[in-house]
Nanobody, 121 residues
């Protein structure tokens, strides 16, 4: 099982980025995928999740209305479209696999390596 997050980079406040989580080694259709982030000196926090069954989506209050999670099972990839980025969105972003959408890190079995997003002028 592998998950590989990509798409991070440097962006100005108000800008956009799209992160990708490419998966392999399991059937993406049957699993939920969550995104977490960890800012420097802070604990890792849950950002968003998309379920397996009906592709329901869930967001942390801090990103609701700005971030959109989606999945393409045919491409084994989950995306996180991030708009109206703020300096406080700066963090390493991780994707992870679980059976259900939950906010608890321990309930995710496999993790990608993370991609750095820096929002700065």
């Amino acid at each position: 099982v592998q998950l590989q997050a990509s798409g991070g980079g440097l962006v100005q406040p108000g800008g956009s980025l799209r992160l990708s989580c490419a998966t392999s080694g399991f059937t993406l259709d049957y699993y939920a995928i969550g995104w977490f982030r960890q800012a420097p000196g802070k604990e890792r926090e849950w950002v968003s999740c998309i379920s397996s069954s009906d592709a329901s989506t869930y967001y942390a209050d801090s990103v609701k209305g700005r971030f959109t999670i989606s999945r393409d099972n045919a491409k084994n990839t989950v995306y996180l479209q991030m708009n109206s980025l703020k300096p406080e969105d700066t963090a390493v972003y991780y994707c992870a696999e679980s059976f259900h959408c939950v906010v608890v890190m321990d309930d995710y079995d496999y993790w990608g390596q993370g991609t750095l997003v820096t929002v700065s002028s």
